[in-house]
């Protein structure tokens, strides 16, 4: 089921924005609800973890994830993203480029959690 809750990996929270295997509703729907919790979060430190595994892709979607990663720029440490194939990554690293945020793409999950602590400054 697509979400955006907040997991807890060695003492830090960390946004989990999972959109593996929504088409679009379901991705703006989640988007949403995480841009909620960033910015009622009140942080600017704010790590997260994007899975994004067997996602539908369309023009619609990478523009609503590159709006969204515009947007919470200003929140957003770091960030990672698990589940890319090969066209998608192309997608991810414009993005990156795009915006130059502190953005790493990842196989799984536990690898970006990982990197994700290593960004925290704490």
């Known amino acids: 089921m697509a ?3 907040f997991i807890e990996r060695s003492g830090r929270e960390i946004l989990l924005i999972d959109v593996a295997h929504a088409e679009l509703d379901g991705v ?8 909620e919790l960033i910015t009622g979060s009140g942080r600017h430190d704010v790590l997260t973890v994007t899975d994004v595994t067997g996602t539908h892709v369309t023009a619609s979607v990478v523009k609503v994830l590159k709006e969204f990663a ?3 720029g200003a929140y ?16 991810f690293f414009a993005i990156v480029k795009f915006t130059g945020r502190n953005l790493r793409a990842f196989t799984d999950i536990e690898a970006a959690t990982r990197w994700l602590l290593t960004q925290s400054g704490a």
């Open 28 to 35: 703006v729907e989640v988007v949403r609800q995480a841009k």
């Open 3 to 5: 979400e955006a809750k």
């Open 76 to 91: 957003v440490r770091a960030g990672a993203v698990v589940g890319l194939d090969r066209i998608r990554a192309i997608e």
């Open 70 to 72: 515009v947007h919470n």
